[in-house]
Nanobody
């Protein structure tokens, strides 16, 4: 079992920055890949970024490349998502997720554990 808990969402002006943090706990944490998903109203949940516990970023969705940066700290079991140059289209509920194994998958159905989500609102 793995538990994940997000924090760090909020309201930010377009062009601003936010940092999301996820804490993972449980015996199986080291056997997982971690990811950040987001879901805007009326849209499907999409994988934003994924990382392993060695700190290697595995994936960024094209729309955030060059603006978002994912990092992991395996001593603290935390995964952060630094979001810069935020746009209105980045507004969504952001979810931290964990998936057993070494690979990431785009489909949210293939991820095993989820946090409750944290809201990111971008004002223009």
């Amino acid at each position: 079992q793995v538990q994940v808990l997000e924090s760090g969402g909020g309201l930010v002006e377009a062009g601003g920055s936010l940092r999301l943090s996820c804490v993972a706990s449980g015996r199986a944490v080291s056997t997982t890949v971690m990811g950040w998903f987001r879901q805007a109203p009326g849209k499907e949940r999409e994988l934003v970024s994924a990382i392993n516990w060695s700190g290697r970023a595995l994936y960024y969705v094209d729309s955030v490349k060059g603006r978002f940066s994912i990092s992991s700290d395996n001593a603290k079991n935390t995964v952060d998502l630094q979001m810069n140059s935020l746009k209105a289209e980045d507004a969504a509920t952001y979810y931290c997720a964990a998936r057993y194994g070494r690979d990431y998958w785009l489909s949210p159905d293939t991820w095993d554990y989820w946090g409750r989500g944290t809201q990111v609102t971008v004002s223009s």
